[in-house]
């Protein structure tokens, strides 16, 4: 059956060799001058510009078809070479075929049984389904088995070696072969000893890779350009092929007139440089050819390979319209499904509506507006474009707007622009996983940038350090209705990538919390009505009597916006892992415990309601709905928000302050470390320092050291962290998971400690040391890249200098990381893009071959796995004390 | 056949001297078990998976586990179905279905 618009099926496509027969009947004609315009500017005849190749200026018409600009593509031309030359696309396979072949006979060098045999073994091959790189696995590997036969069974004659001298000159022993001795050895090769080196002769015959007929593309494919000043400006192909065309002369007279052998050589080595450049201007071996202005030249290889080539530009690449690109900064107050549109975008972003009998009174109003209608200086949607059911276009102006309207019929299209609550994709590059591209709302806001809650920078990785983002805007009814299904932001709260939430609280919003729930403050009337004025509600938490006064819990605030029927246990980020939990009577306020949708103890911090491991978000969204998830990370950001603004945060050097007998402390922690590292290199150097299995002594000694010093920092940072407590705003963030960690409060506080290149003390720089100012052979801590200490006193110029090793490596690592993940992330996509899950719980490829029996193995979806898992045993515990609580059964 | 090593008491082991022929790659600890499918039970076997013997993955004649197992079972033609019960990090075991191809 013929599909609506498809006029003609590819069967196959067969890939094979171009004889020059062939070359000749598709060549429109022959060039033989290398000039290409005459003085008036018309296009020479049999020149590499002749209009029988097509035409690339208006007005004039192609000689072979008489098509005109737009109605001819081209056609092909050819040039008689005047002496063969190899086509260096085709080298290797040239050298596999001369080497084993017999260079009198030409037969392959094997006994014709064996020659049968292997003939025998390709076809079953086939027969079986292997693949054309099977086949030519095996073909690869028949010809190195006639490759060993020194002597030609057939002939009895003795096969010299056969040398490569990239890029396309081949040695015998010695003596060079030229390309017409080449193609002479190709063409005394019978065609059944070919189909064993894996060549079909029914479409190929060898002689055909050494080249006496050159394909000339057509004028269409090599255009020149015109420049303002009026002269020509050829492309990169033609300089080519005209410098092709004056040494083939050269060399056409030169052989004619008879000239000494070595220039006749001379000018075909040239003429095969310049075939070669045609082809490919990076063949290793040879300098690329390059333009007057001294850029290398763009040929044929040039033009299809790599990222900007053909095939993953133009081929793969997909360019839309309807999209716009611009900063992006955030908006507390937007829902996270929302994204803030700048009026000058939204103006220009269009959408088309249909124009029917029942709202066609709507649209001609609308339409009269103008392109850029206001009320009372608010935005409103205006028309663009209107378009008639012949296909005409008509552009509203601030004009014609009212005279377009009256024309407005039922069937026609009319372009309107953004209005809020139309949804949109945006992304973020680099698209790494299915949450770098979700459906927004539109809301209209003022400004240049696009915005968006900062509950979605997890999942698209933005921040607001001059990121940019794309939007999209849908142009069908069916688009989006399925985005809004299915790309939606609230339908992504859940990862697939790691079966929890990836949308969620950062930063502030988890600090704020912190500060709203943790030992459960008490806030008086003007400060809830200050955290809640962001809040359009009525609704309050229920208040305590406090000496008189309406008091609020920061808990019952908390409370207030769980759903009634959560029940929810877990260990906050702050819990320190007491050997012995004691869960609701947890010191710390570490253990929350959410009962009916009251919070009766516990912190909320990133365990709760953080991007990533959210347990509250993770339980709404998995039981109670998107629209309830989104509803309550909305509200608790906004609330939290509210409640780091009225308390303030901010941080200074202040918070790295320890008390002077600490920082004593930890200075004997770090030199008794020190001096231990000083006598294990002692005990190393009289050879007294005990080996450790598996390791050389050198080993040991950097394993020990590396232990002590490590052991080191961790304790100056543990003694310094006894003098931080949560009234710390570092501490703070830091064990809230809301922003660093203890491990950067300690190396600002207490001492940076040991810097690593390659996971190793530094050994390299000076004659056995690292600088030039230590003992030779020192191995001590300062001379091998301890820092004593911390970012507040400020490092010593050794310390700085080993430190800035460490960064460097750091900054390479993840350069080179990114690159090489990039890579390999393309690899995957392209392995398994096509591969499909079907309903039966199989995966499969497109020819129908199963991949997996059972999707995972388990069949289980990962994004409604709770962390890959399909049983939530906790919740089942907690759900199951809840029923109980109430009596249930 | 006899083996003269038992690979699945071996912790390190030199590939140097030692014929392949005469490691039981099927008591490797990382070879999970594999079985042949009786013919009778094949057609079972693919209704149930909802494929054509064709679909199935492959598993080549030379394919060391399948030597083993023809020690066992006499000669496996091409064509015949090889079942593998492996260990599964989300399943715990998991069925698949080889089909053996000659080479
Ligand atoms: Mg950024
Ligand atoms: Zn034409
Ligand atoms: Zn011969
Ligand atoms: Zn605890």
Not at chain 1, 694 to 716: F, H, I, P, S, W
Not at chain 1, 787 to 807: N, T
Request: proline share 5%; glycine share 8%.
């Amino acid at each position: 059956m013929m599909n609506k618009g498809i006029t003609k099926r590819i069967g196959s496509i067969k890939f094979a060799y171009m004889s020059p027969k062939e070359i000749r009947k598709l060549s429109a004609t022959k060039i033989i001058t290398p000039d290409t315009y005459d003085d008036d500017g018309f296009p020479i005849e049999m020149g590499l510009m002749d209009t029988h190749l097509g035409v690339i200026e208006p007005g004039l018409r192609c000689k072979t078809c008489g098509g005109r600009v737009d109605q001819c593509s081209g056609h092909f031309g050819h040039i008689e070479l005047a002496m063969p030359v190899i086509h260096v696309g085709y080298v290797k396979e040239i050298k596999k075929l001369l080497r084993s072949s017999c260079s009198e006979c030409g037969r392959v060098l094997m006994e014709d049984e064996e020659r049968d045999h292997y003939i025998e073994e390709l076809e079953q091959l086939k027969k079986i389904g292997g693949d054309p790189l099977d086949q030519r696995a095996l073909a690869k590997e028949i010809s190195k088995a006639a490759r060993k036969n020194k002597v030609c069974p057939h002939c009895k004659s003795e096969q010299r070696k056969i040398m490569l001298d990239k890029p396309t000159t081949f040695r015998e022993d010695n003596t060079k072969l030229t390309p017409k001795e080449v193609r002479a050895r190709l063409e005394r090769i019978p065609d059944k000893d070919l189909i064993p080196l894996g060549l079909n002769p029914e479409v190929v015959r060898p002689e055909w890779m050494v080249l006496s007929v050159l394909l000339v593309p057509p004028v269409t494919v090599r255009p020149s350009i015109t420049l303002e000043s009026g002269d020509r400006s050829e492309d990169d192909l033609t300089h080519k092929l005209v410098d092709i065309l004056r040494i083939n002369q050269r060399l056409r007279e030169n052989r004619d007139v008879g000239s000494p052998q070595l220039i006749v050589e001379d000018l075909l080595d040239l003429l095969q440089y310049h075939v070669n450049t045609y082809f490919d201007n990076q063949t290793s071996g040879i300098p690329p050819a390059r333009h007057r202005s001294g850029r290398t030249l763009k040929t044929l290889i040039q033009r299809l390979k790599g990222k900007e080539g053909r095939f993953r530009q133009n081929l793969s690449g997909k360019r839309v319209n309807f999209s716009s690109r611009t900063v992006i900064s955030p908006d507390p107050w937007l829902s996270i499904n929302q994204v803030g549109v700048p009026k000058k975008a939204a103006r220009e972003l269009t959408v088309p509506i249909r124009v029917t009998p029942e709202n066609i009174d709507r649209i001609k109003e609308m339409v009269a507006r103008g392109p850029n209608p206001t009320e009372r200086g608010k935005y409103l949607p205006g028309a663009n474009y209107i378009f008639r059911p012949d296909g005409r276009r008509i552009r509203v102006t601030e004009t014609n707007a009212e005279n377009v309207a009256e024309k407005i019929e039922v069937g026609f299209t009319v372009e309107r622009g953004l209005k809020e609550g139309d949804i949109v994709l945006f992304n973020r590059q680099p698209s790494l996983h299915r949450m770098s591209m979700m459906a927004h709302e539109v809301k209209i806001v003022p400004g240049k940038t696009f915005r968006l809650n900062l509950a979605v920078c997890p999942p698209y990785n933005a921040d607001f350090d001059g990121d940019e983002m794309n939007l999209h805007v849908l142009q069908s009814e069916e688009a989006r209705a399925e985005a809004k299904v299915i790309m939606r932001v609230q339908e992504n709260i859940l990862s697939p990538r790691f079966g929890g939430p990836i949308i969620g609280a950062t930063q502030d919003h988890i600090s704020g919390l912190f500060f709203l729930t943790h030992d459960n403050p008490l806030f008086s009337r003007r400060e809830v009505v200050s955290i809640f004025s962001n809040l359009e509600t009525e609704n309050f938490p229920p208040s305590v009597e406090v000496e008189g006064e309406k008091m609020w819990y920061g808990k019952d605030i908390f409370s207030h916006f769980l759903p009634d029927d959560l029940n929810l246990e877990f260990r906050s980020s702050i819990c320190e892992t007491c050997k012995e939990c004691k869960e609701k009577e947890c010191p710390e306020d570490a253990y929350v415990s959410i009962e009916d949708g009251q919070l009766k103890t516990g912190t909320i911090d990133e365990r709760g309601i953080g991007a990533f491991q959210g347990e509250i978000i993770d339980k709404i969204a998995r039981d109670m709905g998107t629209d309830k998830a989104r509803e309550f990370i909305d509200k608790i950001t906004t609330i939290s928000l509210g409640v780091i603004t009225l308390r303030g945060f901010t941080t200074s050097i202040k918070d790295e302050d320890v008390p002077r007998a600490a920082m004593r402390q930890i200075d004997e922690v770090l030199d008794k470390a020190a001096g231990k590292v000083k006598r294990l290199a002692e005990e190393y150097v009289e050879g007294n320092l005990e080996q450790m299995p598996g390791r050389t002594v050198e080993e040991t000694l950097e394993v020990r050291a590396m232990q002590e010093l490590g052991k080191a920092r961790d304790n100056a940072g543990k003694i310094a962290s006894k003098y931080l407590g949560l009234g710390n705003n570092v501490v703070v963030m830091a064990r809230t998971g809301a922003r660093a960690s203890m491990l950067n409060l300690s190396q600002m506080a207490a001492a940076l400690g040991q810097q690593a290149i390659r996971g190793e003390r530094p050994s390299r720089g000076y004659e056995e040391r690292t600088l030039s100012h230590f003992k030779k052979g020192s191995l001590g801590a300062e001379a091998r890249g301890f820092v004593k200490s911390s970012y507040k006193e400020g490092l010593q110029p050794v310390e700085y200098f080993f430190h800035s090793m460490a960064g460097r490596e750091g900054l390479v690592d993840t350069a080179v990381r990114t690159s090489r993940s990039g890579y390999m992330q393309r690899r995957l996509i392209h392995a398994m893009e096509d591969l499909m899950v079907y309903d039966d719980g199989s995966v499969k490829n497109t020819d129908d071959t199963v991949i997996q029996f059972e999707f995972g193995e388990d069949g289980i979806d990962p994004m409604r796995s709770k962390s890959g898992k399909a049983v939530d045993m906790d919740d089942i515990v907690t759900e199951f004390k809840a029923t109980k609580r109430r009596g249930g059964s | 056949m006899e083996n003269i090593y038992d690979v699945s008491k071996l912790k390190w082991y030199y590939v140097r001297g030692i014929k392949m022929e005469d490691i039981n790659v099927m008591k490797h600890r990382l070879v999970p078990e594999h079985r042949l499918v009786p013919v009778e039970k094949e057609e079972e076997i693919l209704s149930g998976l909802h494929v054509s013997k064709d679909k199935l993955p492959k598993v080549l004649r030379s394919d060391p586990v399948l030597s083993q197992l023809e020690a066992i079972e006499g000669d496996i033609k091409e064509g015949r179905i090889i079942e593998i019960i492996r260990e599964s990090k989300t399943a715990g075991k998991a069925k698949v279905y080889r089909l053996v191809v000659d080479r």
